[in-house]
């Protein structure tokens, strides 16, 4: 095969569907899946019924042939796809938004028939995840039957679909105790500290997880050996996991290097909105030792916003 040309909007050229097709796979770096995390998602009727209903959205569709780049389709409204009743046998069905280009498949008709169209792949296996080798399709549901059923419920539905290509985004941010401050052993409680350890996120809109890690640099224990305990809070809501603090190195004043890491699901009332991210403390009364942060402490929080399916 040789190269496609004209290249694509070159004054005067008539250009082939296959080279618009490429364009598409080429921008959407060769990935395949839906545009958001709500796009396409696979729901009960409003009533519900046989069948299903797809909500707005878009996906691309990568071909299923070797050179025939991917194809985007875009639902407005709900859109129902029935679905068969089941008899004295359970069954799986996977829905898919599948394209039937008679370029390379079928006989349908562009001018009068329906390329792009949502279709049932019946009776698949009960983990399936994936479209038929062969087929130009992008999944989007399995409903699961239980036997002698006509009527699809939203526990029936695994959600399968998957982003094309998921958003993220990285920040890193850093603070400097500007005087030395202490926490000492007392009480068995949790504290926020160190002050200094306290940055207002924005979480993006599209979040739905987010990946962290808090690093103190030059934390400062003195006076005696220390037991505490370090957590990352986001938003006063999304508690870390415990980091202990175990030192048993005496009086001496020394330095120590702590890192908190911790994953979370973004819930929805936090997306688009700006959150508190800071670090609370727990002090043990079984060891008498103090924390201490100063000008020799660096504080950084690094943290990844990521996409998924909602």
């Not at 796979?25 to 545009?35: I, K, N």
């Not at 401050?181 to 940055?199: E, I, M, Q, R």
């Not at 890690?213 to 037991?227: E, K, Q």
Request: proline fraction near 5%; charge should be negative; glycine fraction near 10%.
């Amino acid at each position: 095969m040789t190269l496609i040309n004209p290249p694509l909007l070159t004054h005067g050229g008539t250009h082939a569907a296959r080279a618009f097709r490429m364009m598409v796979r080429d921008l959407a770096r060769g990935s395949q899946g839906v545009t958001e995390g709500d796009d396409l998602k696979v729901r009960q009727l409003a009533t519900p019924g046989a069948g299903v209903r797809v909500v707005d959205g878009s996906a691309v569709i990568l071909g299923a042939t070797s050179g025939q780049g991917a194809y985007t389709q875009y639902n407005v409204g709900d859109a129902t796809v029935p679905l068969a009743s089941t008899g004295a046998s359970a069954r799986s069905d996977l829905v898919c938004l599948r394209v039937e280009d008679p370029e390379y498949e079928g006989t349908r008709d562009p001018g009068t028939d329906e390329i792009g169209y949502f279709h049932v792949v019946s009776n698949v296996s009960a983990t399936a995840t994936t479209v038929p080798s062969g087929m130009t399709a992008v999944p989007l549901a399995r409903v699961d039957l239980p036997a002698n059923t006509a009527v699809v419920t939203d526990a029936m539905i695994a959600d399968v679909r998957e982003i094309a290509n998921p958003r993220r985004d990285r920040r890193l941010y850093t603070a400097f105790p500007p005087v030395l401050s202490t926490l000492p052993y007392s009480d068995d409680k949790w504290h926020v500290w160190p002050t200094a350890a306290k940055w207002s996120v924005p979480v993006p809109s599209w979040a739905t997880g987010a990946k962290l890690t808090t690093t103190f640099a030059g934390l400062g224990l003195t006076r005696a050996n220390v037991y505490a305990k370090m957590q990352n809070v986001l938003g006063g809501t999304l508690v870390g996991q415990s980091t202990a603090i175990d030192d048993d190195q005496g009086s001496g004043n020394r330095r120590n290097t702590v890192v908190l890491a911790d994953g979370f699901a973004i819930p929805a009332a936090m997306r688009g909105t700006s959150q508190t991210l800071y670090v609370q403390t727990y002090m043990a009364k079984s060891e008498s030792g103090d924390l201490v942060v100063d000008l020799a402490t660096s504080l950084i929080a690094d943290i990844e916003f990521t996409e998924g399916v909602v």
